[in-house]
């Protein structure tokens, strides 16, 4: 446990730094490997865009619809370009 913001929060360990934890306070899903399959598929026959994101082991991650992207949670940078959120 580490302190954030004045209340107590779960952390993991880096390198000696205590930073908090994402499980609580990501506010989307994680899904199983074959989640991400399932919705990524359907998600491309539709056509929708979405951002996924995917451990070193394919076996768990996230997968987002680019109308659901939080600038607050997930920001990102192409070619010198930062965006918070879309394309």
């Known amino acids: ?3 954030v913001d004045g209340s107590k929060k779960l ?4 390198r000696g730094i205590q930073i908090p934890a ?3 306070l990501f506010p989307y899903p994680l899904l199983s490997k074959q ?3 399932d919705r990524m598929n ?6 929708s865009p979405f951002l996924f994101i995917i451990d070193y082991k ?9 109308e659901e992207l939080d ?6 940078q192409f070619e010198g370009t ?4 879309g394309l």
């Open 35 to 37: 989640q991400l399959i």
């Open 22 to 24: 994402m499980n609580g």
């Open 58 to 66: 394919a076996e768990h991650g996230y997968l987002i619809k680019e």
């Open 82 to 85: 930062k965006k918070g959120c």
């Open 71 to 76: 600038p607050d949670y997930i920001q990102f």
């Open 42 to 47: 359907h998600l491309a026959a539709s056509r």
């Open 11 to 14: 952390c993991v360990t880096l």
């Open 1 to 3: 446990m580490c302190e």
